[in-house]
Structure formats: C-alpha cells, structure tokens
C-alpha cells in the first residue's frame, strides 16, 4: 500500500514539521523548499495534503499563503493551532558560557530578543529555525547556537541548552490544512469554520451593504482581509472566514445576500473548528 504524505514548507525539525507529524503521525511528512513548492505538490498529486501556516499571534498573517491561496484550487478541510515552542541548541559539549552567535529565522529571533540579550549573542539569520539547526550541526562549533523548534535536537543530533526561550507564552501558529478534492463538514455535528473569497461589485458602500447580512443573521465572522487584484490599488478581492455552516439557515441568508453586492462567491472549504478556538474564546 502505497503510504499517504502531506507536505509542508521548510526542513525537517520546523514547526509546520512538528504540527502534521502530531496530527497525521501515521503519514509521511515531506519538506519543500518554498510554499509555491507545497501548493504545486498537492495540485499536481505528488502530495496527498498539505500543512500550512495562515496567521500568528505575534505576526499576523502569512503574505505568501493569502497570495497563493484564492488561486491553488485547493480546498481547506481542517485547521490546527500549534503553541510555538523554541529551544536554544548547541552542539555536544557546547553550553551557555561558549556559545557567541545565534543562528534562526529573523522571526524567530525577534520573538527570542530577551535571551540573545542576556547572554550577549550575535544573531545570524538563516532561512528558517529547522535549518539553522541543521547549519550549526554541519558546522560543529560550541561557539554557535540554534534558535528552533525542540524537534530539530532530535533530528539533528543538538543539545537543549535552554527551553521555551521565547518572550511571549500565547505566540501561536494556526495551520490550514489543503486538498485537491473538498471535504466539507456536515451540518449540525460540532463548531464549524466557513472560509470563502468574494470580489465586490465597484459600487458606492458595496462592502459595508454586503457585510450588512452577516451581522443581521447574527453570522460571527472572525476574518476579513483584502487583496488587490489585477495590480490595482483599489482592494476588491476579500478573505472572509465564519462561524457555522453553509446549511444553517442564518448563514445561509447571510450568503444569500452577500450575492446580491458581489460578483462571486467562492467557497474554500467548511471544515470542524479547531477545540483551541474555544479556549482561546
């Protein structure tokens, strides 16, 4: 039997690595070097799935994702939070008292500033933590540490030499994952999530008039961003996500008249919303 696989952008050790091993343990997790690469994976069929970033606490929201995303042809059919863990890593026989560089993502080191601080560390920037981890480990010199997640000293052979460095315990990751075939939810068997892209009609309040029907319905919606479309400086593209399902009747007036003041509705997928949401709530 031919193993399933899900696909995730960057190396093994990453976060994106750490949170599709915790839910698809029985899959095989493949690394790419670029998002482009994992959308083009699924869309081609050399990926069963795919684990992506959409938005972090810190961060926001992921630029490249919400740029290839309304055109992939994919479908969202779950979501998962993932608490961002980041270990300091050094190479055996290294400690706190040799080490004077600190390799990561630039992300990653700006959520990390209280310890390079601390001990005084000089920060070079890698392309992502797993790799760092992995550059550091080929070079087998105490005097360099790793920002990354934990998974990365397992597979790279590192030791801890600090946990949970980063400034801020709610830094949280929420990943989509993606198929070439919708799953939507069904109906009435738990919190669900809608995600749909919609372009207005190039009319005066057209947004305002096509968000109206969600709150009159009493339609939560926990997500609107916009895109430009075309090169154009006038934003009339949007990514919405709500609560409920397509089938429950205020949602579904809700995109009933949502039509009345846009030019489509696409829908990318209804999927159960992740438990984290109601204890973040």
């Not at 779950?78 to 992300?107: C, M, N, W, Y």
């Not at 070439?180 to 069904?186: F, G, T």
Request: hydrophobic share 45%; aromatic share 8%; glycine share 8%.
């Amino acid at each position: 039997m031919t193993s399933r696989t899900i696909a995730y952008q960057g190396e093994p050790g990453s976060n994106s690595h750490i949170v599709a091993r915790e839910h698809y343990p029985d899959w095989e997790a493949v690394p790419c070097a670029s998002f482009e690469d994992v959308f083009a994976a699924v869309a081609n069929g050399e990926a069963d799935l795919a684990m992506i970033p959409i938005d972090n606490s810190i961060a926001g929201r992921v630029a490249d994702i919400h740029h290839f995303l309304p055109t992939s042809g994919l479908h969202i059919i779950a979501e998962h939070f993932l608490r961002i863990q980041f270990s300091l890593l050094g190479v055996p026989g290294a400690s706190l008292d040799t080490i004077k560089t600190v390799h990561s993502h630039v992300h990653a080191l700006g959520q990390c500033r209280k310890i390079i601080k601390k001990y005084g560390l000089t920060v070079v920037i890698s392309g992502d933590t797993a790799g760092a981890a992995r550059e550091i480990a080929a070079a087998a010199d105490p005097s360099q540490a790793a920002i990354s997640p934990p998974l990365a000293a397992e597979i790279y052979g590192l030791d801890v030499l600090a946990s949970d460095i980063e400034d801020e315990d709610h830094n949280t990751t929420r990943f989509v994952v993606l198929s070439r075939e919708p799953r939507p939810a069904k109906a009435g068997n738990g919190p669900v999530v809608t995600s749909f892209i919609f372009n207005v009609r190039n009319l005066p309040a057209a947004l305002y008039k096509a968000l109206g029907g969600f709150a009159t319905n009493g339609v939560n919606m926990t997500k609107l961003e916009s895109y430009m479309v075309g090169g154009e400086f006038t934003a009339t593209q949007f990514l919405a996500e709500v609560d409920g399902h397509p089938d429950d009747v205020p949602l579904k007036r809700a995109l009933e008249e949502l039509a009345f003041f846009t030019t489509d509705v696409t829908i990318l997928g209804v999927y159960p919303a992740d438990p984290f949401r109601a204890t973040a709530s």
